[in-house]
Protein backbone atom coordinates (compact mmCIF):
# COMPACT_ATOMS: atom_id res chain seq x y z
CA UNK A 1 0.00 0.00 0.00
CA UNK A 2 2.65 2.44 1.14
CA UNK A 3 4.92 1.22 -1.94
CA UNK A 4 1.61 2.07 -4.24
CA UNK A 5 1.47 5.77 -2.69
CA UNK A 6 5.01 6.64 -3.00
CA UNK A 7 4.74 5.23 -6.71
CA UNK A 8 2.16 7.15 -7.62
CA UNK A 9 3.64 10.24 -5.72
CA UNK A 10 7.23 9.67 -7.76
CA UNK A 11 4.84 9.23 -11.22
CA UNK A 12 2.67 12.59 -10.28
CA UNK A 13 6.13 14.47 -9.80
CA UNK A 14 7.73 13.21 -13.04
CA UNK A 15 4.72 14.11 -15.09
CA UNK A 16 4.24 17.23 -13.46
CA UNK A 17 8.50 18.04 -13.94
CA UNK A 18 7.80 16.88 -17.68
CA UNK A 19 4.92 19.48 -17.76
CA UNK A 20 7.35 22.51 -16.75
CA UNK A 21 9.91 21.57 -19.15
CA UNK A 22 8.23 21.55 -22.13
CA UNK A 23 7.31 24.75 -24.19
CA UNK A 24 3.79 24.83 -24.82
CA UNK A 25 2.24 25.96 -28.10
CA UNK A 26 0.65 29.50 -27.65
CA UNK A 27 -1.92 28.69 -29.80
CA UNK A 28 -1.82 24.88 -31.39
CA UNK A 29 -5.02 25.43 -33.60
CA UNK A 30 -3.94 28.26 -35.44
CA UNK A 31 -1.80 26.51 -38.37
CA UNK A 32 -4.48 24.22 -38.93
CA UNK A 33 -5.37 25.29 -42.58
CA UNK A 34 -1.59 25.06 -43.53
CA UNK A 35 -1.11 21.46 -43.10
CA UNK A 36 -0.80 20.28 -46.61
CA UNK A 37 -2.85 23.78 -48.04
CA UNK A 38 -4.27 24.34 -51.17
CA UNK A 39 -2.21 26.51 -52.57
CA UNK A 40 -4.02 27.61 -55.52
CA UNK A 41 -6.84 28.67 -52.73
CA UNK A 42 -5.07 30.59 -51.15
CA UNK A 43 -3.16 32.41 -53.95
CA UNK A 44 -6.53 33.63 -54.26
CA UNK A 45 -7.01 34.85 -50.93
CA UNK A 46 -3.58 36.28 -50.43
CA UNK A 47 -3.26 38.27 -53.67
CA UNK A 48 -6.37 39.96 -54.35
CA UNK A 49 -7.67 43.53 -53.51
CA UNK A 50 -9.62 43.76 -50.13
CA UNK A 51 -6.55 42.37 -48.65
CA UNK A 52 -4.93 45.39 -46.54
CA UNK A 53 -1.32 44.19 -46.94
CA UNK A 54 -1.92 43.65 -50.62
CA UNK A 55 -3.28 46.43 -51.39
CA UNK A 56 -0.34 48.44 -49.41
CA UNK A 57 2.41 45.96 -50.24
CA UNK A 58 4.20 48.77 -52.56
CA UNK A 59 4.97 50.50 -49.23
CA UNK A 60 5.17 47.88 -46.81
CA UNK A 61 8.10 46.80 -49.24
CA UNK A 62 9.49 50.42 -49.88
CA UNK A 63 9.19 50.96 -45.79
CA UNK A 64 11.83 48.19 -45.49
CA UNK A 65 14.49 50.42 -47.59
CA UNK A 66 15.46 47.10 -49.24
CA UNK A 67 19.38 47.18 -51.12
CA UNK A 68 20.99 45.44 -53.72
CA UNK A 69 22.98 42.72 -51.91
CA UNK A 70 21.41 42.57 -48.85
CA UNK A 71 20.33 38.85 -47.79
CA UNK A 72 16.62 39.34 -46.42
CA UNK A 73 14.13 36.60 -45.14
CA UNK A 74 10.68 36.37 -45.59
CA UNK A 75 9.62 34.70 -42.87
CA UNK A 76 6.08 32.77 -43.69
CA UNK A 77 6.54 33.42 -47.13
CA UNK A 78 3.01 31.61 -47.83
CA UNK A 79 2.36 31.61 -51.29
CA UNK A 80 5.53 34.21 -52.10
CA UNK A 81 3.63 37.42 -52.41
CA UNK A 82 6.47 39.70 -50.74
CA UNK A 83 9.20 37.24 -51.78
CA UNK A 84 8.80 37.91 -55.53
CA UNK A 85 8.56 41.99 -54.71
CA UNK A 86 11.90 41.40 -52.49
CA UNK A 87 14.03 39.38 -55.02
CA UNK A 88 14.27 42.13 -57.98
CA UNK A 89 15.44 44.84 -55.10
CA UNK A 90 18.49 43.15 -53.31
CA UNK A 91 19.25 41.90 -56.75
CA UNK A 92 21.33 38.82 -57.67
CA UNK A 93 24.01 40.27 -55.23
CA UNK A 94 21.78 39.74 -52.74
CA UNK A 95 19.15 36.55 -51.63
CA UNK A 96 16.11 35.75 -50.18
CA UNK A 97 15.11 33.28 -48.03
CA UNK A 98 11.41 32.11 -48.41
CA UNK A 99 10.92 30.33 -45.18
CA UNK A 100 7.90 29.14 -44.04
CA UNK A 101 6.60 25.56 -42.59
CA UNK A 102 4.64 24.35 -44.85
CA UNK A 103 6.55 22.47 -47.88
CA UNK A 104 3.72 22.83 -50.40
CA UNK A 105 4.35 26.80 -50.09
CA UNK A 106 8.03 26.94 -50.34
CA UNK A 107 7.70 24.60 -53.54
CA UNK A 108 5.35 26.71 -55.10
CA UNK A 109 7.32 30.10 -54.52
CA UNK A 110 10.67 28.30 -55.42
CA UNK A 111 8.65 27.35 -59.01
CA UNK A 112 7.02 30.38 -59.26
CA UNK A 113 10.52 32.55 -58.75
CA UNK A 114 12.32 30.22 -61.35
CA UNK A 115 9.56 30.30 -63.97
CA UNK A 116 10.01 34.17 -63.48
CA UNK A 117 13.94 34.06 -63.86
CA UNK A 118 14.77 34.92 -60.24
CA UNK A 119 17.61 33.03 -59.34
CA UNK A 120 18.43 34.47 -55.77
CA UNK A 121 15.53 32.82 -53.85
CA UNK A 122 15.78 29.90 -51.91
CA UNK A 123 13.44 27.86 -50.21
CA UNK A 124 13.53 26.77 -46.71
CA UNK A 125 11.11 24.34 -44.85
CA UNK A 126 10.98 25.32 -41.37
CA UNK A 127 10.02 24.41 -38.09
CA UNK A 128 7.49 25.51 -35.61
CA UNK A 129 10.17 26.18 -33.21
CA UNK A 130 12.67 27.65 -35.78
CA UNK A 131 13.19 29.32 -38.78
CA UNK A 132 16.48 26.90 -39.54
CA UNK A 133 18.26 29.43 -41.21
CA UNK A 134 21.67 29.97 -41.15
CA UNK A 135 23.80 31.25 -38.20
CA UNK A 136 24.82 35.59 -38.79
CA UNK A 137 23.88 35.15 -42.49
CA UNK A 138 20.62 37.51 -42.36
CA UNK A 139 20.05 41.30 -42.82
CA UNK A 140 16.09 41.59 -42.55
CA UNK A 141 13.98 39.08 -41.53
CA UNK A 142 10.27 39.86 -42.86
CA UNK A 143 7.62 38.61 -40.81
CA UNK A 144 4.23 39.70 -42.68
CA UNK A 145 1.18 38.55 -41.54
CA UNK A 146 2.75 35.16 -39.79
CA UNK A 147 3.73 36.31 -36.12
CA UNK A 148 0.77 35.12 -34.83
CA UNK A 149 0.40 32.45 -36.58
CA UNK A 150 4.26 31.24 -34.35
CA UNK A 151 3.02 28.85 -31.90
CA UNK A 152 6.28 28.91 -30.37
CA UNK A 153 7.16 33.12 -30.61
CA UNK A 154 9.85 32.85 -28.26
CA UNK A 155 11.82 30.40 -29.89
CA UNK A 156 10.82 31.13 -33.44
CA UNK A 157 12.74 34.82 -32.50
CA UNK A 158 15.55 33.56 -30.71
CA UNK A 159 16.37 30.87 -34.02
CA UNK A 160 16.03 35.03 -36.00
CA UNK A 161 18.02 36.38 -33.48
CA UNK A 162 21.05 33.45 -34.13
CA UNK A 163 20.10 34.21 -37.68
CA UNK A 164 20.91 37.74 -38.22
CA UNK A 165 24.13 39.44 -38.25
CA UNK A 166 24.63 42.08 -35.81
CA UNK A 167 23.26 44.64 -37.30
CA UNK A 168 20.37 42.62 -38.77
CA UNK A 169 16.55 44.13 -38.17
CA UNK A 170 13.17 42.47 -38.46
CA UNK A 171 9.81 44.33 -39.84
CA UNK A 172 7.29 42.84 -38.66
CA UNK A 173 3.57 43.61 -40.44
CA UNK A 174 0.59 42.32 -38.43
CA UNK A 175 -3.32 43.20 -37.37
CA UNK A 176 -3.30 45.07 -34.87
CA UNK A 177 -6.29 43.30 -32.01
CA UNK A 178 -8.36 45.86 -30.55
CA UNK A 179 -11.13 45.15 -28.03
CA UNK A 180 -14.55 47.31 -28.87
CA UNK A 181 -12.31 48.35 -32.42
CA UNK A 182 -11.29 45.79 -34.31
CA UNK A 183 -13.78 43.12 -36.39
CA UNK A 184 -14.89 40.19 -35.19
CA UNK A 185 -12.91 37.84 -37.62
CA UNK A 186 -9.27 39.67 -36.04
CA UNK A 187 -10.83 39.46 -32.52
CA UNK A 188 -11.20 35.77 -32.75
CA UNK A 189 -8.21 34.93 -34.96
CA UNK A 190 -5.34 36.73 -33.02
CA UNK A 191 -4.59 35.84 -29.81
CA UNK A 192 -3.28 39.25 -28.42
CA UNK A 193 -2.57 42.87 -30.06
CA UNK A 194 0.33 44.61 -30.67
CA UNK A 195 1.47 45.90 -27.02
CA UNK A 196 2.23 41.71 -26.21
CA UNK A 197 3.67 40.95 -29.19
CA UNK A 198 6.02 43.75 -29.25
CA UNK A 199 6.97 42.78 -25.37
CA UNK A 200 7.60 39.42 -26.58
CA UNK A 201 9.71 40.36 -29.38
CA UNK A 202 11.65 42.71 -26.91
CA UNK A 203 12.11 39.80 -24.90
CA UNK A 204 13.78 37.78 -27.39
CA UNK A 205 16.47 40.14 -27.83
CA UNK A 206 14.93 42.91 -29.79
CA UNK A 207 14.15 46.58 -29.58
CA UNK A 208 11.60 48.97 -31.58
CA UNK A 209 13.47 51.25 -34.20
CA UNK A 210 10.96 52.77 -36.30
CA UNK A 211 7.21 52.56 -36.58
CA UNK A 212 5.69 53.27 -39.40
CA UNK A 213 1.40 53.94 -39.88
CA UNK A 214 0.64 54.08 -43.06
CA UNK A 215 -1.79 51.06 -42.29
CA UNK A 216 -5.48 51.56 -40.96
CA UNK A 217 -5.89 47.59 -39.27
CA UNK A 218 -2.11 46.55 -38.88
CA UNK A 219 0.98 47.88 -37.87
CA UNK A 220 4.33 48.17 -39.52
CA UNK A 221 7.34 47.79 -36.87
CA UNK A 222 10.78 47.85 -37.27
CA UNK A 223 13.02 45.80 -34.49
CA UNK A 224 17.01 46.08 -34.20
CA UNK A 225 18.64 43.85 -31.95
CA UNK A 226 18.86 45.44 -28.13
CA UNK A 227 22.28 45.75 -27.00
CA UNK A 228 20.86 44.54 -23.21
CA UNK A 229 22.93 40.86 -24.31
CA UNK A 230 26.25 43.26 -24.05
CA UNK A 231 25.87 45.19 -21.79
CA UNK A 232 26.11 43.99 -17.72
CA UNK A 233 23.02 45.11 -16.19
CA UNK A 234 20.08 43.36 -14.28
CA UNK A 235 16.91 42.15 -16.53
CA UNK A 236 14.64 44.92 -16.93
CA UNK A 237 12.07 41.51 -17.28
CA UNK A 238 9.51 42.38 -14.92
CA UNK A 239 8.75 39.61 -12.23
CA UNK A 240 5.32 38.71 -13.90
CA UNK A 241 6.82 38.02 -16.97
CA UNK A 242 9.87 35.70 -15.63
CA UNK A 243 7.11 34.08 -13.44
CA UNK A 244 5.07 33.31 -16.53
CA UNK A 245 7.91 32.15 -18.77
CA UNK A 246 9.65 29.95 -16.25
CA UNK A 247 6.17 28.28 -15.46
CA UNK A 248 5.23 28.11 -19.13
CA UNK A 249 9.25 26.40 -19.61
CA UNK A 250 10.34 29.07 -21.95
CA UNK A 251 12.83 30.44 -19.92
CA UNK A 252 15.22 28.42 -16.98
CA UNK A 253 16.14 30.17 -13.80
CA UNK A 254 19.75 29.22 -11.97
CA UNK A 255 21.13 30.26 -8.57
CA UNK A 256 24.92 31.01 -8.89
CA UNK A 257 25.46 30.87 -5.12
CA UNK A 258 27.81 28.21 -3.26
CA UNK A 259 26.21 24.84 -2.72
CA UNK A 260 26.34 25.51 1.39
CA UNK A 261 24.16 28.46 0.62
CA UNK A 262 22.02 26.33 -1.44
CA UNK A 263 21.54 23.41 1.09
CA UNK A 264 20.41 26.38 3.45
CA UNK A 265 17.64 26.96 1.25
CA UNK A 266 17.02 27.70 -2.53
CA UNK A 267 14.25 28.14 -4.94
CA UNK A 268 11.97 25.57 -6.26
CA UNK A 269 12.07 26.49 -9.72
CA UNK A 270 15.79 26.72 -9.24
CA UNK A 271 19.03 25.10 -10.16
CA UNK A 272 22.66 25.38 -9.01
CA UNK A 273 24.91 26.33 -10.89
CA UNK A 274 28.02 28.18 -8.55
CA UNK A 275 29.87 30.80 -9.40
CA UNK A 276 32.89 28.89 -8.50
CA UNK A 277 32.37 25.99 -11.28
CA UNK A 278 31.55 29.32 -13.76
CA UNK A 279 34.91 30.86 -13.12
CA UNK A 280 37.14 27.90 -12.74
CA UNK A 281 36.20 25.55 -15.99
CA UNK A 282 37.84 26.25 -18.71
CA UNK A 283 35.54 27.32 -21.53
CA UNK A 284 35.85 24.04 -23.43
CA UNK A 285 34.55 22.21 -20.46
CA UNK A 286 32.21 24.55 -19.13
CA UNK A 287 30.40 24.13 -21.92
CA UNK A 288 30.32 20.32 -22.20
CA UNK A 289 29.51 20.06 -18.83
CA UNK A 290 26.29 22.71 -19.06
CA UNK A 291 25.41 21.57 -22.58
CA UNK A 292 23.31 18.52 -20.32
CA UNK A 293 21.99 21.10 -17.64
CA UNK A 294 21.15 24.75 -19.65
CA UNK A 295 19.68 24.76 -23.00
CA UNK A 296 20.46 27.53 -25.37
CA UNK A 297 17.20 28.03 -26.78
CA UNK A 298 15.73 29.49 -23.29
CA UNK A 299 16.11 32.60 -21.75
CA UNK A 300 18.42 31.98 -18.52
CA UNK A 301 17.27 33.70 -15.52
CA UNK A 302 20.06 33.48 -12.78
CA UNK A 303 19.70 34.85 -9.44
CA UNK A 304 22.43 34.97 -6.31
CA UNK A 305 22.27 36.42 -2.46
CA UNK A 306 22.12 40.14 -3.60
CA UNK A 307 22.04 40.92 -7.40
CA UNK A 308 26.16 41.27 -7.63
CA UNK A 309 27.62 37.72 -8.09
CA UNK A 310 24.89 36.96 -11.31
CA UNK A 311 26.64 39.91 -13.29
CA UNK A 312 29.76 38.42 -12.57
CA UNK A 313 28.27 34.79 -14.00
CA UNK A 314 26.71 36.96 -17.16
CA UNK A 315 29.88 37.17 -19.86
CA UNK A 316 30.80 34.02 -18.46
CA UNK A 317 27.61 32.52 -19.78
CA UNK A 318 26.78 34.87 -22.85
CA UNK A 319 30.31 33.79 -24.07
CA UNK A 320 28.82 30.49 -24.50
CA UNK A 321 25.73 31.63 -26.21
CA UNK A 322 23.16 31.48 -23.72
CA UNK A 323 20.60 34.35 -23.47
CA UNK A 324 20.96 34.60 -19.97
CA UNK A 325 19.61 37.53 -17.80
CA UNK A 326 20.62 38.43 -14.25
CA UNK A 327 17.92 39.30 -11.57
CA UNK A 328 19.04 42.06 -9.39
CA UNK A 329 16.50 40.33 -6.81
CA UNK A 330 18.55 37.84 -4.18
CA UNK A 331 17.56 34.34 -2.80
CA UNK A 332 14.98 36.26 -0.16
CA UNK A 333 13.80 39.24 -1.75
CA UNK A 334 12.55 36.40 -4.71
CA UNK A 335 10.98 34.68 -2.03
CA UNK A 336 9.33 37.52 -0.82
CA UNK A 337 8.17 37.97 -4.37
CA UNK A 338 6.27 35.11 -4.11
CA UNK A 339 9.04 32.28 -5.82
CA UNK A 340 8.46 28.72 -3.77
CA UNK A 341 10.93 27.92 -1.61
CA UNK A 342 12.32 24.46 -2.33
CA UNK A 343 10.86 21.75 0.88
C1 LIG B 1 -1.30 34.38 -43.23
S1 LIG B 1 0.06 33.61 -44.03
C2 LIG B 1 1.00 34.99 -44.57
C3 LIG B 1 1.78 34.73 -45.84
C4 LIG B 1 2.59 35.89 -46.37
N1 LIG B 1 3.54 36.40 -45.40
C5 LIG B 1 1.68 37.00 -46.81
O1 LIG B 1 1.52 37.97 -46.04
O2 LIG B 1 1.10 36.90 -47.90
C6 LIG B 1 0.99 32.94 -42.69
C7 LIG B 1 2.10 32.02 -43.14
O3 LIG B 1 2.93 31.71 -42.03
C8 LIG B 1 3.34 30.36 -42.11
N2 LIG B 1 3.78 29.98 -40.77
C9 LIG B 1 3.07 29.64 -39.68
N3 LIG B 1 3.89 29.40 -38.63
C10 LIG B 1 5.14 29.61 -39.05
C11 LIG B 1 6.42 29.53 -38.43
N4 LIG B 1 6.56 29.19 -37.14
N5 LIG B 1 7.52 29.80 -39.16
C12 LIG B 1 7.39 30.14 -40.47
N6 LIG B 1 6.21 30.22 -41.12
C13 LIG B 1 5.10 29.97 -40.41
C14 LIG B 1 2.10 29.66 -42.64
O4 LIG B 1 2.38 28.40 -43.21
C15 LIG B 1 1.62 30.67 -43.69
O5 LIG B 1 2.22 30.47 -44.93
Not at 146 to 163: D, G, I, V
Amino acid sequence: MRRSLLFIVLALTLTTNLAMAQEKSVNPEINKSFVKPDVAAFVERFESEGREVYDHREEIIEACQLKPGMVVADIGAGTGLFTRMIAPRVTDRGQVFAVDIAKEFVEHVEKVCQEAGATNVKGVVCTSESTELPANSVDLAFICDTYHHFEFPYKTMRSLHRALKPNGQVVLVDFDRVEGKSSDWILNHLRAGKATFVKEVELAGFEVAEEQDFLATSYWIRFKKSDRKTNSNHTTDSIEDIKRLIAEGTAKLIDVREQAEWEAGHLAAAELIPLSMLKSLPADELSTKLAEQLPKDKIIYCHCRSGSRVLAATPILQELGYDIRPLALGYSLLVDEGFEKAE
